[in-house]
Structure formats: structure tokens, C-alpha cells
């Protein structure tokens, strides 16, 4: 997502291709199929800054409200502890869920927060 939108940017949407544009804005529709607030979807954010920070580029690309909410839901999921997660943080409680054994003691403990 990053490098097609970097492409957009630099060398304008006419010469990058709309259907680069339209290949995230399809990528991102399906992660918001799965992830997100309402009860029939996991509770939790991919941990990595820069998923997000591409979330809000292909906002500015896309003016689609729904991308920016979910931007911001992910920002504000980062580190929380919830309860329908068991009292845990997600990275833990999904580890928990597929059986990871090797999950370090430690892990309940990281701040995700920084």
C-alpha cells in the first residue's frame, strides 16, 4: 500500500493508475471486513505505524470517511486492555486463542502504548 500510494504522490494519478488506487482501497475494505468495533469482527489493530500512516494517506487519496474512522480506530485500539478480550491486551489474548505455547511470560506486560 505504501509504495503504490508514494507512486501516486510523486508522480501524480495520472501516470501511477487508478486501478493502483483502487487495488488498495480494495485491500483496505477487506481488513475492514475483519477488524473493527462491531461485535462480528476481531477487536484488535495490526501493530504496525505504518499500515495506519498508509490508512490516512489513501484517505487523502480516496476522501472515503470510512478509511479515516478506521484509521482512527486503530490508533485508539493500540494498548488498550478490553474485556471481551479477557481482561488483555489483543496481541496476548490472540496468542492465547490460537494455542501459542511459546508466548513469553514477559508478553502480558509490553507496552504497545509508545
Excluded at 477488524?35 to 462480528?40: A, Y
Amino acid at each position: 500500500m505504501s509504495i503504490s500510494l508514494a507512486l501516486h504522490f510523486c508522480i501524480g494519478p495520472s501516470l501511477s493508475g487508478r486501478s493502483l488506487s483502487l487495488a488498495n482501497a480494495q485491500s483496505l475494505d477487506c481488513f475492514m471486513a475483519n477488524f473493527g468495533p462491531e461485535p462480528h469482527k476481531k477487536h484488535g489493530y495490526p501493530g504496525h505505524p505504518e499500515i495506519e500512516l498508509s490508512i490516512l494517506r489513501l484517505y487523502r487519496v480516496t476522501k472515503n470517511p470510512e478509511h479515516l474512522e478506521f484509521a482512527r480506530y486503530l490508533l485508539s485500539e493500540r494498548g488498550v486492555t478490553r474485556a471481551d478480550l479477557g481482561d488483555t491486551r489483543y496481541f496476548m489474548w490472540e496468542a492465547k486463542e490460537r494455542g501459542d505455547d511459546g508466548v513469553p511470560e514477559t508478553m502480558d506486560r509490553l507496552d504497545d502504548t509508545a
